[in-house]
């Protein structure tokens, strides 16, 4: 099992652009997350899916949005880019039906200029 | 929402000795508990998890307390070793899991 595959690792947008971020796990996980990671502020949740065709907003929503048509993938979009969006961006999944750990991925250096 | 303080945000302890990161949470719908572990560059890893129905639970040198009166948990790592340095996340969850929100972190040192 290859768990929780983020790509890209790294990627550069100019301010305005738009991008997807790619998140795939082939564990059959039910519930799938992403989180951004800054400096001294921990990881806060971007969106959350508990199932195919079920998403929801988490604590810094805006500037992004997500969909979820499989099981395995949970993208994850960037509207129009802009420099408060350089971070590190982390997709994590977890089984779901109480058994609840999340396993992350390893992440994606967004860098917004 | 749900919002979980971590303190301290950095820590340093001698090889050998005891470390304790507490937290505190504000809704108290929360169910589960859970605490990763991210070195340096890499990706936060579970390390240990507690839920409301449990007080107190023990995985060798770590181990992690609940007090829902106080909306406190704590993480207790005992007899520290250079490889526990990295930063510490606690989080809770209202839902089953899939809607954590986290702490800020805490950095441990451990010196030689």
């Known amino acids: 099992n290859a768990g929780v595959t983020q790509t890209p690792k790294f990627q550069v947008l100019k301010t305005g652009q738009s991008m997807t971020l790619q998140c795939a796990q082939d564990m059959n996980h039910e519930y799938m997350s992403w989180y951004r990671q800054d400096p001294g502020m921990g990881l806060r949740l971007i969106h959350y899916?508990?199932?195919?065709?079920?998403?929801d907003q988490g604590e810094v929503p805006n500037g992004y949005n997500v969909s979820r048509s499989t099981t395995e993938d949970f993208p994850l979009r960037l509207l129009s880019a802009a420099p408060s969006q350089t971070s590190v961006y982390f997709c994590?999944?977890?089984?779901?039906?109480?058994?609840?750990?999340?396993?992350f991925g390893s992440g994606t250096r967004l860098t917004v200029v | 929402g749900e919002n979980v303080e971590q303190h301290p945000s950095t820590l340093s302890v001698q090889e050998g000795d005891s470390a304790v990161i507490k937290c505190t949470y504000s809704d108290s719908a929360s169910n589960y508990f859970p605490w990763y572990k991210q070195e340096l560059g890499k990706r936060p890893q579970l390390i240990i998890d507690i839920r409301s129905n449990v007080g107190e639970k023990k995985d060798q040198r770590i181990a992690v307390t609940l007090n829902k009166t106080a909306k406190h948990f704590s993480l207790h790592i005992t007899e520290t070793q250079p490889e526990d340095s990295a930063v510490y996340f606690c989080a809770a969850s209202t839902t089953g899991g899939f809607k954590t929100i986290f702490g800020a972190g805490t950095r441990l040192f451990v010196k030689a």
């Open positions: 994590a999944s977890s089984p779901g039906e109480r058994r609840y750990g999340y396993t």
């Open positions: 899916s508990v199932g195919a065709g079920i998403t």
